[in-house]
């Protein structure tokens, strides 16, 4: 009954990312970190979220801006080499917090921010401070929403971006803990098959349900989801590390 319900989360949270290019990985993750053990849902919140981001990449690939990736890229090699000598893995309240708390900080420094992902330098710094999130609290759509959606892009350039920065993100997160740190989730293959199977229908119709919105109903939308799941997250975080 478990693996069935988080099928069909997984389906649910995907179509949610099709459309918002956030949200559904940090709501699966949340879910996923109170039902199974850190390395397991870290595993299989990788493989779900790359077959999610990955297929979302192609459906778009028309509107990626591949220029992003290679600095994206540089910060992202530099981080996972920091994790790699100092074997980090927190316990599941831990990864709670960090995914609300940074999608909450991605909300507070909203404009002020300045950052535009389209820059060389915002982009390596992206990489960077966007993987560390992704190694400690397995999602971290709402901080790299900070990069992206003050920047230039459309919502359709938004989306696809994300996707291929967050695709390269779940990979490093599948090295670092199937291999690096070596850890196993011992999850059924059949179960693991039908999680991905349901990441690519959701993501399917997720980019259908995109070409309705228009950029201001996007943009307004994401913030409202992201807000009340982070806050959810942080309380659900507090409530195990005080049990």
């Known amino acids: 009954m478990l693996h069935a319900l988080l099928v069909l989360t997984v389906l649910a949270t995907s179509t949610l990312s099709g459309i ?16 199974l053990s850190v390395a397991a849902a870290m595993l299989l919140h990788g493989a779900v979220q790359l077959t ?37 893995v927190p316990p599941p309240g831990i990864v709670l917090i960090l995914v609300g708390g940074l999608s909450l900080l991605g909300r507070l420094l909203g404009k002020s921010a300045g950052l535009d992902v389209s820059k060389p330098a915002t982009a390596v710094a992206c990489g960077g401070v966007v993987t560390a999130a992704q190694l400690l609290a397995g999602a971290s759509g709402p901080l790299l929403d900070v990069f992206y959606l003050h920047s230039p ?9 994300k996707a291929i920065t967050q695709a390269l993100g779940h990979v490093l997160k599948i090295v670092y803990y199937g291999g690096i740190v070596g850890v196993s989730g011992n999850l059924p293959p ?42 959810w997250c942080v309380l659900q975080g507090l409530y195990l590390l005080m049990m």
């Open 20 to 35: 918002l290019g956030m949200a559904g990985g940090m709501i699966l993750m949340a879910i996923l970190a109170s039902t």
């Open 52 to 88: 999610s981001n990955g297929s979302r990449a192609w459906f778009l690939r028309r509107h990626v801006r591949w220029a992003i990736l290679p600095w994206y890229a540089l910060g992202a090699a530099v981080v996972l080499a920091a994790f790699a000598w100092l074997l980090l």
């Open 153 to 161: 892009l459309s919502r359709h350039e938004v989306v696809a971006s």
């Open 190 to 231: 059949v179960f693991v098959g039908l999680c991905i199977v349901a990441a690519l229908v959701g993501t399917r119709l997720g980019t259908w349900l995109l070409d309705r919105l228009d950029d201001s109903v996007f943009r307004r939308w994401s913030g409202y989801v992201i807000t009340g799941i982070a806050v």
